[in-house]
């Protein structure tokens, strides 16, 4: 039986990442993974296959044939016969994916990671080590970390079906645009594959359980958000309250209740974004004692431990933001842990991304957490349309918020609506990182004319010294 200082299971951004990271450290290691793509293994779970890579791709191919139609004029270019061939969108997007899945399949070469394709299961403990079923091959491993990952939670009322009912893999695929494409859930999913499919034509209605919009996002920004998407044309139905899912031929009828009345909705495609749930079937859990929280998370402390020994847990399978960059940083922690390194994840420096037209991206706390929490704070805004970058792009929507301790001025949260609001917020979160104040901030030289300007004159507007409002 091969031996292994380290095995991950899972081959996503915490599992992979984790897996190079124990190779660098000198580690042997093993990576089980048992995602397949078009007939074939695959590395880098559901963020490289079905998540965020195939997504952003979809994104920007949508936000192009959107500018196409609607923005070019305004710049004096005058376009005709626009046409819109979904199969090679679809055959660019695949081949973005296999680009980086590929990528990933090198790397493990490169650092000499063996990969098994396939389930991996716990056995039993033997000696000092874990045996674990590695795609049908028994290996031992000295550390197993667990890095299984997540999977959409099912609505019991509207069963993924693969066709007409569908999750985020689904949603990505679609042959063609649907005539009406209904959404539940205004989440991120939601909201990211909803504007997709309606920029390249579908009528979208989305119907979402809660009655604020984006409860998790700054109050401002979701406020604005609402706005700016509902001219946009998505249909976003709020307190709604679903109690029928029913396909009928090639539709399917939604039956719901809005402000105590009842409503019907009838679509030709569904997507069902309603969370996610972690994934930790065919581990052999059980078979090892290996504890579950009771929403089915692996239980883990500070340090990724678990309740066994040498047995780790990383990225959405432990729960907390199911974000990829949040699961990559715990793979490099908990390698770096196990190595006896200092392996750390500042979960107060997150950034947070919704990839809509504009971008929502934040790092930090909202000003209803600090209100919530009796935290004073002054805050800075400033407008996308006051900025000479943003205005000669044509796209000038949004602008970013800057919120800091009233007293000794340390940024606690950097809000942005905006293009490129994404790239636009890693100085914000390098900045938390080392926990700067707005005045560094609004001090540090930004190029001109440049979008990030907006960044720095939010500072300037949260200390009082706005130059530009
Ligand atoms: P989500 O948690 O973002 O949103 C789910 C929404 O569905 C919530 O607003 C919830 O109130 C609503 N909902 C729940 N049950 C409902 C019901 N019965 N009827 C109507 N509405 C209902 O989850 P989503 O969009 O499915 O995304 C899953 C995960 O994937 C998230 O945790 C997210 O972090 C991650 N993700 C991150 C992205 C990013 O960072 N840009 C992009 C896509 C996904």
């Known amino acids: 039986m091969d031996k292994f200082d380290v095995l991950v299971v899972g081959g996503g951004p915490a599992g992979y990442v984790a897996a190079i990271r124990a190779a660098q450290l000198g580690f042997k290691t093993a990576c089980v993974d048992a995602f397949t793509r078009n007939g074939k293994a695959s590395l880098g779970g559901t963020c490289l296959n079905v998540g965020c890579i195939p997504s952003k791709a979809l994104l920007d191919s949508s936000e192009r044939y959107e500018a196409l139609l609607h923005d070019y004029d305004q710049h004096g270019i005058t376009v005709a016969d626009v046409k819109l061939d979904v199969a090679k969108m679809q055959a660019r997007k695949d081949a973005v994916v296999d680009k980086l899945t590929g990528g990933i399949q090198y790397l493990f070469k490169k650092n000499k990671i063996t990969g098994f394709h396939g389930l991996g299961k716990f056995v039993r403990r033997e000696g000092d080590a874990w045996v674990v079923d590695a795609a049908g091959t028994e290996v031992a491993a000295t550390h197993v970390i667990v890095a299984t990952g997540s999977a959409p939670r099912q609505l019991p009322l509207a069963p993924f079906d693969g066709d007409l009912v569908v999750e985020n893999e689904g949603?990505?695929?679609?042959?063609?645009?649907?005539?009406?494409l209904g959404v539940i859930g205004s989440g991120v999913i939601g909201l990211e594959l909803g504007s997709v499919w309606r920029r390249l034509g579908a009528q979208v209605t989305v119907l979402e359980a809660l009655p604020a919009f984006l409860a998790?996002?700054?109050?401002?920004?979701?406020?604005?958000?609402?706005?700016?998407?509902?001219?946009?044309?998505?249909?976003?139905?709020?307190g709604v309250n679903i109690s029928k899912v029913e396909q009928q031929g090639?539709?399917?009828?939604?039956?719901?209740?809005?402000?105590?009345?009842?409503?019907?909705?009838?679509?030709?495609?569904?997507?069902?974004?309603?969370?996610r749930v972690p994934y930790t079937q065919n581990l052999g859990a059980e078979a090892v004692g290996l504890e579950l929280t009771d929403r089915g998370f692996v239980k883990v402390d500070g340090h990724y431990k678990t309740n066994l020994p040498n047995v780790y847990g990383i990225g959405d399978v432990i729960g907390g933001a199911m974000l990829a960059h949040k699961a990559e940083d715990e793979g490099v922690a908990v390698a770096e842990l196990i190595a006896g390194?200092?392996?750390h994840v500042n979960y107060d420096a997150i950034p947070w991304v919704i990839y809509t037209s504009p971008e929502i991206a934040w790092v930090g706390k909202t000003e209803q957490d600090l209100k919530a929490a009796g935290v004073p704070y002054k805050t800075g805004r400033f407008n996308f349309a006051a900025n000479g970058r943003a205005l000669g792009h044509g796209d000038p929507r949004g602008f970013v918020k800057v919120i800091a301790h009233a007293e000794t001025d340390e940024l606690l949260g950097v809000h942005i609506f905006g293009a490129g609001g994404s790239e636009l917020l890693g100085e914000a979160v390098a900045l938390m990182e080392f926990r700067a104040s707005a005045e560094d901030l609004a001090r540090t030289t930004h190029g001109h004319p440049t979008l990030s300007e907006v960044v720095k004159e939010a500072a300037l507007a949260a200390i009082g010294r706005a130059l530009h409002a």
């Open 216 to 238: 998790a996002v700054d109050e401002t920004v979701a406020k604005e958000a609402a706005r700016e998407f509902k001219k946009q044309g998505l249909d976003i139905h709020l």
């Open 250 to 275: 090639r539709v399917v009828v939604l039956t719901y209740a809005e402000n105590g009345a009842e409503q019907t909705l009838t679509v030709d495609k569904l997507i069902v974004s309603i969370g």
């Open 341 to 343: 390194q200092a392996g």
């Open 171 to 180: 949603a990505l695929a679609f042959a063609e645009v649907p005539k009406r």
